[in-house]
């Protein structure tokens, strides 16, 4: 892959990161082994409470999904630096480079995901 390229996707995922920081912090506070789910406090009736649970449990979802694409995302300029990037995890081959500006953080090629896909 040519630096230009390289440069490009690693400006991609930084600004995917900021952006997923940005939304983690608004759902969850941070402590020391990550991220926890914020509990809102709306009050202290019934239904304050029962809101509560219910923001409570639509937050701890999303958390989780922010969580695991901040992973990817972190996991995916690893590989930029270590200079694996863009080769896919099962066959080894160059995935293809419009796939990658258009996920930066894939890591198998289409045709691996394909084969995985009908598998299923
Ligand atoms: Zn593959």
């Known amino acids: 892959m040519d630096t230009e390229l390289t440069e490009k996707i690693r400006q ?14 608004e ?3 941070k402590d020391e082994d990550g991220y926890k789910t914020n509990f809102p406090d709306y009050g202290s009736e019934e239904d304050e409470n029962s809101a509560e649970v219910a923001t409570f ?17 972190r996991a995916a300029l ?3 630096d270590g200079g694996t990037y863009g080769k896919c995890k099962y066959c080894g081959e160059q995935i293809d480079e419009r796939r990658l500006l258009a996920r930066p953080s894939s890591s198998a ?7 995985m896909k009908s598998r299923v």
């Open 57 to 73: 449990t639509t937050n701890l979802s999303v958390e989780s999904e922010l969580e695991k694409a901040l992973r990817d995302v």
């Open 78 to 80: 690893k590989r930029l």
């Open 12 to 25: 991609l995922l930084l600004e995917r990161e900021t952006k997923l920081l940005k939304e983690l912090g």
């Open 109 to 115: 090629c289409i045709s691996c995901k394909q084969t």
């Open 27 to 29: 759902v969850a506070g």
